[in-house]
């Protein structure tokens, strides 16, 4: 559903494995009649979410082969374009056009020896074993597809990407970088179009059935910020063969740099904050240093490039300490000069007034108020203006929405009765993709076996899910098995460094980093922070209250400080229960600060206290 007005990471995947050399005539393909179960399809309305995330059932949707549990196999992702518009407009029709197009869907991909992995919103994921097979089914598809009549005289245009590479089974399911570049390629195409990369080109080069053709479409830039793909149009007499340019991060004005690594995981995020900023026009993004705020902006900026006309700009704010130069740094992205005679901010003011733009501010947290100043002239300049800012504190002002970024899902511990993780069971959380996917950049045979499985997991418990912890924890695996790195982080965190010096310098050790959030403190919130430290496992406001207070620290005050660490993502606290907590990352580093300040045995004294008082002392 990338109609323009939605989501571009909406797009559903089909899987189908292809039997031995049976390609199929492309020419006279004819859809199967639906087996028994078909009638499962049938809707009592358009899907719940019409942005496309909907997995909805499809009959005769076949379990892998045994050997589909081989690396190499080709995907193929498909998308039915507008079709929010046609749900809104066409709901009755609509409902049987898409019960013909999974019907047709699902007979193409089997009668090429497919199956079909799962399907989401209006399209479908597929797998084959050959990449020739694979571009058969779709030809098939899309021929059937191509006469109105098929889907009830509701015409539907289906966009189809394939592309061929390595793959991790979980289940029933395929994850990878791989088959999220399928997906990618899939999402740039037009209604009618199919596009294959050059790994599907080279691997069906010579063995196209007749009539078919591959027209070469050059490098382009996908939305998932990786390096460039060259992919290739299908041709076919019976299919349409001119389209507008290929919707790639080309097609929009925009200044995103192109990732060195994978996005792991935050699918749910990406789609709750485009949710947001299809209803407010500021957005924040709040959340500890290196909990993945920065990267999950730019990618959300790549996927909404379709809804910004004029743009989506990143403006990056960590390099600036003084706040007169925040209007400069955005004019200087955008490319804004002053009139003679004028400021900076008149002409920002003027130039955002009649443009569609996503405006992306990027570390607010040590320039906030001159953040929150701009942020509310150029809201009120521009009415097509959005703005997404990132910061540890949100701006405060009219019309802010925040989204606290969670952490990537760790494992739970687990006794030493219950046995060790498998692999597969810790493969669905994202910190540990994460972990593997940067372990195998440092070293590329590496693989979550039985023996480290119990190590990787406490690794990522260990480090809260925070993915620049886990990068860098990531990278010790070049000179250090997985275990030796799990055991020097239960006494340390020091371990977490970096030497790529294009990092910037307060994201190279992890210490480092929440310096950088300490030195933003007041010295009465410093003080509250290194004192709560004293607390293993979380605590009460009474608690707080009662052993943190003295020493320049009031027991009224304590409520007032609590909060603002709480706002500036330091300390966290539980709605259920009201307890407070702080990452075990910040508090390690809070003992270390507790244990320089000359105060820990004193805070250790008045946490013990309550529980003399009531217990008793022992003798031992």
């Known amino acids: 559903m990338l109609d323009g007005s939605m989501d571009p990471s909406v797009l559903c ?6 039997p031995g050399g049976n390609a199929g005539t492309l020419g006279s393909f004819t859809p199967s009649e639906p087996r028994p179960g078909a009638a499962a399809l049938a809707r ?25 549990d081989l690396a190499d196999l080709t995907f193929l992702f498909s998308d039915i374009e507008g079709s929010t518009r046609l749900w809104e407009t066409e709901a009755g029709r609509m409902r049987v056009a898409l019960d013909a197009h999974d019907r047709l869907t699902r007979d193409a991909v089997v009668a090429h020896g497919g199956w079909i992995v799962k399907t989401t919103g209006d399209g479908a994921h597929a797998a084959f074993e050959r990449p020739l097979d694979a571009l058969n089914a779709t030809v098939a598809l899309q021929l059937a597809l191509a006469d109105p009549q098929a889907t009830g005289g509701l015409p539907l245009r289906v966009r189809c990407g394939l592309h061929r590479g390595w793959h991790e089974r979980r289940g029933n399911d395929y994850y990878g970088r791989d088959v999220n570049r399928a997906a990618r390629i899939g999402s740039i195409a037009h209604g009618g179009q199919v596009l294959v990369s050059q790994a599907v080109a080279e691997a069906v080069a010579g063995a196209l059935p007749e009539g078919v ?3 070469d479409l050059g490098r382009v830039r996908l939305r998932d910020l990786s390096s460039p793909e060259r992919v290739h149009q299908v041709l076919h007499p019976g299919l349409r063969a001119d389209f507008p340019a290929l919707r790639s991060l080309e097609s929009t004005p925009n200044n995103l740099s192109q990732q060195l690594n994978a996005f792991i995981g935050r699918e749910s995020d990406l789609a709750e904050v485009a949710r947001l900023l299809r209803e407010h026009r500021l957005v924040t993004l709040l959340g500890t240093g290196g909990i993945g705020k920065s990267r999950l902006s730019v990618q959300l900026g790549a996927e909404l490039l379709d809804r910004h006309a004029d743009g989506v700009w990143l403006v990056e704010l ?4 003084d706040e007169a130069l925040v209007p400069q740094a955005v004019a200087g992205v955008l490319g804004v000069k002053e009139a003679p005679g004028g400021s900076v901010l008149d002409a920002l003011l ?19 108020a001159a953040c929150a100043d701009l942020a509310k002239r150029l809201l009120r300049a521009g009415a097509g203006l959005t703005l997404l800012a990132t910061s540890r504190e949100a701006l405060h002002i009219a019309g802010e929405c925040s989204y606290p970024v969670p952490a990537l899902t760790t494992p739970r511990p687990q006794p030493l009765a219950a046995g060790g993780p498998d692999a597969e069971s810790l493969s669905r959380h994202t910190a540990v993709q994460l972990f593997v996917d940067r372990a195998r950049g440092a070293l590329p045979a590496f693989r979550i076996e039985p023996r480290n499985a119990a190590a990787v997991a406490e690794i990522c418990q260990r480090l809260d899910g925070i993915p620049l912890a886990i990068e860098l924890a990531a990278a010790r695996v070049r000179a250090l098995p997985v275990t030796a790195i799990a055991e020097r982080l239960r006494e340390s965190f020091r371990l977490l460094a970096t030497t790529d010096q294009t990092v910037l310098p307060r994201q190279r050790t992890l210490r480092v980093l929440i310096d950088w959030s300490h030195d933003l403190l007041a010295p009465p919130e410093r003080a509250l922070l290194r004192r709560l430290a004293v607390f293993a496992g ?14 320049g620290l009031e027991a009224d005050e304590v409520l007032d400080l609590l909060t603002l660490l709480v706002e500036k993502s330091l300390a966290s606290m539980d709605l259920d229960t009201g307890r407070y907590r702080l990452l075990d990352t910040v508090r390690h580093y809070a003992r270390e600060r507790l244990v320089e300040a000359g105060e820990q045995p004193a805070l250790r004294d008045r946490h013990l206290s309550p529980f003399v008082d009531q217990y008793g002392a022992f003798e031992f």
């Open 44 to 68: 009592a309305g358009p899907p719940a979410e019409p942005n496309g995330r909907t997995i909805r059932a499809v009959p005769d949707v076949h379990d892998p082969p045994a050997d589909s």
């Open 538 to 551: 979380g605590w009460t406001l009474d608690a707080a209250e009662a052993v943190c207070a003295g020493d």
């Open 318 to 321: 960590a390099p600036l300490s």
């Open 13 to 18: 995947a089909l899987s189908g494995r292809l």
């Open 350 to 368: 003027d130039f955002v007034r009649e443009r569609r733009l996503l405006i992306i501010l990027d570390n607010c947290e040590h320039l906030l």
């Open 213 to 215: 053709a591959l027209k």
